[in-house]
């Protein structure tokens, strides 16, 4: 009968070597020890598995089929911890696949173009990615099914992060009004004064994430309005489309190109300023493939903070 409490590494490590030389003092001297520590070694193993391993065979002995069986499995068992180890390796060469849940502009932004350099000088890291909003990606990094999040929050809707995670930031961006470039020309003053030119419209927030939408409200408190929230969209392609058809304004990022008929208002005091985070289950950086992508995330991102 099987002994519940498991069996030992090193004993394993005995038989597997017993059946490749096939005698206990090619193992004892293979291994530095005594033959005696051999014997005594695999009697225990014995035990923990219930069953005779060795037999006598003339002047020497070999492995009985229970012994045989068990060798076999100690191959793999054994291959499998030293992968593990090796895996986890802080000095090893990074290998394995990093799932990663981020948001769009994220991926584009930051992901993608690392992966050039994982295939030219990491070619055993791969990534699997999911596009999410933040909700989603740490929904997904608290069940284990991702092992990073891209997220992001607004300087004026922070988002507070649990102790369970460790969140790294990478780079800032600040956003403007999008409105319809044929409509009156809206004065320039303080992003109060910007919105407050608007207060009749119609406004577009992100279908899936709350976090711009309290920019909106809480910049429109400030001119003395409350926003007429008519739209609820994702795609920031979409939300263009929906200005240009002149059905509602929106937030925007400054830094992109716009499509025609589109026109974006500088937003300042206070300003629209998007932050991004690498955001990982707190204890899981040492893990070297995710230690390397975050390594080249953040070093992309060191000249784009702002």
Known sequence: MLNNDGMDLRRLRLLRELARLGSMREVADELGVTTSTVSQQLAVLAREAGAELIEPHGRRVRLTPAGRRLAEHAVTILAAVDAARLDLDPQAEPAGTVRVAGFATAVRRSLLPVTADLAARHPQVRLRIHEHEPAEAYALLAADD????????????????????????????????????????????????????????????????????VVVRTIASMAGFEPRIAHRVDSLDLVQDLIVAGLGVGLLPSDQPTVPGVRLLRLTDPEARLRSYAVTRRGRTAWPPLALILDLLTTRAHGSIR
């Open 146 to 213: 991702v092992d990073l999040a891209l997220t992001y929050d607004y300087h004026l809707a922070p988002a507070p992060f649990d102790r369970t995670v460790e969140a790294t930031p990478l780079w800032s961006a600040a956003w403007s009004l999008g409105v319809p470039a044929a409509g009156p020309s809206a004065p320039a003053g303080t992003a109060p004064e910007v919105f407050g030119h608007f207060g009749e419209h119609d406004w577009i927030v992100n279908s899936r994430n709350t976090a711009d939408e």
